[in-house]
């Protein structure tokens, strides 16, 4: 089933909730787990099982903190991946990845060429160098059913001042990349449902300066909740116009522990209404 299908039935009543996976060192500790490459092993055991009893849809594993543990940190997360898989939930792989040309194809091959070690159905990506530089991860993911999010405007206050700014165009930069997502979706039927930005929840959208009604079908996904200040229950609200929002939360979900994690995704489901 593509990214596409299965985002379109997850949002077909309203928003969807997204897990993340951040395995941070007061995440693992709150799971019993030690920061270690060999106590992260065992968190992604025993998320797994969490995942399967919550019955969560989707998931983000936020890569740089598996990939802080080196080699045995990016097995678990190709460990996780795979069973998540073979279990039907659906993963979007939070690396931020962007470059030009064949190192983007490479970047694009290793996370979403089928049968890859980190194989996710969707990516999210970094437009600095262009959005029409990261082609190679665009075109593998709408040929193969998957998905790609470009980071637009993002919910840290570091980044207001670039992604306010304006371009050459006249616009913002996050209008810009917004614009040129919408595009390129527009012109390439296959991307269509898969392929959209990143919009954080805690964003003043009037301040970046766009305006989602234009582009009602773009898929939104947005980090900023929870620990992060924005309110679950607030997301229809901020994301009025578009039509497939998924609303991401990751600490304030795993700080439970193990036991905690589920009564505290059923917690999210209800406040997000879906």
């Known amino acids: 089933m593509s990214f ?51 019955e969560v849809a989707l998931v983000k594993p936020q890569v740089a903190l598996f990939e802080r543990h080196g080699v045995s940190g990016m097995a678990s997360l190709s460990h996780l991946l795979g069973h998540l898989r073979e279990s039907g939930v659906a993963t979007i792989g939070d690396a931020k990845r962007g470059d030009i040309g064949s190192t983007m194809a490479g970047y694009a091959d290793a996370w979403l060429a089928p049968g890859a070690d980190f194989e996710v159905d969707a990516l999210t990506v970094s437009p600095y160098l262009g959005v029409t530089a990261l082609a190679p991860a665009l075109e593998l993911a709408a040929t193969g059913g998957r998905g790609v999010f470009v980071l637009a405007a993002t919910s840290n206050p570091e980044a207001q001042e670039i992604q306010s700014a304006l371009t050459s165009r006249g616009n913002t930069v996050v209008a810009s990349v917004l614009e040129d997502v919408a595009r390129y979706v527009r012109t390439h039927p296959a991307a269509q449902g898969s392929h959209g930005v990143v919009i954080g929840a805690t964003v003043d959208q009037v301040f970046a300066g766009i305006d989602l009604a234009t582009h ?52 999210a489901v209800q406040e997000l209404g879906q």
């Open 4 to 54: 596409a299908t299965v985002l379109g039935e997850l949002t077909e009543h309203g928003s969807t909730l997204c897990v993340g996976l951040d395995p941070h060192p007061e995440v693992l500790e709150r799971w019993e787990c030690a920061d270690s490459p060999e106590g992260l092993f065992h968190w992604v055991r025993a998320v797994i099982e969490e995942i399967a009893e919550a």
């Open 216 to 267: 009602p079908h773009v898929p939104i996904l947005a980090p900023g909740f929870g620990a992060q200040g924005a309110h679950l229950s607030d997301c229809k609200d901020i994301f009025a116009t578009s039509t497939r929002v998924i609303a991401v939360a990751a600490r304030s979900l795993l700080m439970g522990g193990r036991g905690g994690f589920t009564t505290a995704v059923a917690g």
